[in-house]
């Protein structure tokens, strides 16, 4: 049995599926490695380190999907590498389905895919949780961007010179990625606001030494603010005007916000208007971390950072994970590894992936060529 790890071809995408650290366990299990040349690069992972963990380089996609029963990508498959794939195999990726326009291709083609940012949020499933070690990383880099960009500090300095007051920074959503984002303001000296559709939240702001910046909420809205695994549910407009007109006051007098709202296949929702920005001081820095899906912040542009009339830059980056690869590789491949392993069969020698499995049914989004996934 065969497992392919390809180089990634979408635009901006420097991280691999696999490491060496991870190709090693996956043939200590009994399994042939092909890796394309270069895939690794750009997470620091060369071709000798994969020959190392005892993996065949190719020197091409194709010679790399061709004999592949098992695919480990980080995006999903794009559509000059669908043809390229074997009937029958399982591909495992970031595949966005509710807006992914391959499912025609990948069904024709025979394939299996299995979405990992569907891995559900139990217990069991933590350490194969992609979107959580990916979010991660991406909150403490958000905020190290915004810092970058900010031409004063962060912290308070008490110089000969006069007093350098604290950054504030505002954080708009408090998932994995804005908890992070607290904690890493909060150690570089910044005053840290936060706010979340999610009244459980407060308790974990203010333990990262945040302040929570709290819209009033009826017992309604609080019982239906979040899904059953933890994500935010889209609220209700009246909602959403308490908790724009209450956020505006905040980001208005912030030097630096960081947006992470994201609602699980829907649009993201709009928190801060272009007159909240054009009400901020110059120099200030906003980091729009959910662009890709329409973004939190009016103005935003994907993979852009603009600047506003008055002074105002917003950073648009959709791939900020791909900005730490090497950590943000390892921490993927690990995730994989994690998901593969319940279902290795000791027998056969090889996974056998099985639907009916608690973590990997909510995953399995094309199954020998029928399309399973029925978007929200």
Do not use: W
């Amino acid at each position: 049995m065969q497992i392919g790890i390809p180089a990634e071809i979408v635009a901006g995408e420097t991280r691999v599926a696999a490491t060496p650290e991870t190709v090693k366990k996956y043939v200590q299990l009994g399994y042939s490695v092909v890796v394309q040349s270069g895939a690794g690069v750009a997470s620091s992972c060369t071709d000798d380190a994969y020959i190392q963990a005892g993996a065949t380089i190719a020197a091409s996609a194709a010679d790399t999907y061709k004999e592949a029963d098992l695919v480990l990508k980080v995006r999903a498959p794009q559509a000059d590498e669908v043809t390229l794939l074997k009937k029958g195999a399982e591909v495992l990726g970031i595949y966005a389905p509710h807006n992914n326009p391959h499912f025609d291709a990948y069904a024709a083609q025979g394939i299996s895919c299995y979405a990992m940012e569907l891995v559900p949020r139990i217990t069991r499933a933590q350490s194969a949780d992609v979107l959580s070690s990916q979010a991660n990383l991406a909150g403490y880099k958000a905020v190290l961007m915004a810092a970058n960009e900010y031409q004063r500090l962060f912290p308070m300095l008490m110089t000969a010179a006069g007093t350098v007051k604290p950054a504030r920074v505002v954080i708009l959503g408090v998932g994995v990625a804005g908890l992070q984002a607290i904690a890493t303001a909060k150690r570089l000296g910044a005053i840290v606001e936060a706010n979340d559709v999610r009244p459980a939240v407060k308790e974990q702001v203010e333990s990262l030494g945040g302040k929570y910046i709290e819209v009033q909420m009826t017992e309604e809205e609080k019982k239906g603010a979040e899904t059953a695994g933890g994500y935010a549910r889209e609220m209700s407009d009246d909602y959403k005007r308490r908790q724009v007109e209450l956020v505006a006051k905040h980001v208005s007098q912030a030097d630096i916000v960081i947006t992470t709202a994201l609602i699980p296949g829907r649009p993201a929702p709009r928190l801060v208007t272009a007159e909240t920005v054009a009400k901020m001081k110059p120099g200030s820095v906003i980091v729009d971390m959910a662009v890709e899906t329409g973004g939190n912040v009016e103005g935003a542009k994907a993979n852009e950072t603009v600047v506003t009339e008055n002074g105002v830059k917003i950073i648009g980056n959709t791939n900020i994970p791909a900005t730490v690869a090497a950590e943000a590789s390892a921490l993927y491949a690990r995730n994989l590894l994690n998901f593969l392993q319940p279902m290795y069969d000791k027998e056969a020698k090889q996974f056998k992936l099985n639907p009916k499995d608690d973590v990997v049914g909510p995953t399995v989004i094309v199954s020998n060529g029928e399309v399973l996934y029925k978007k929200p």
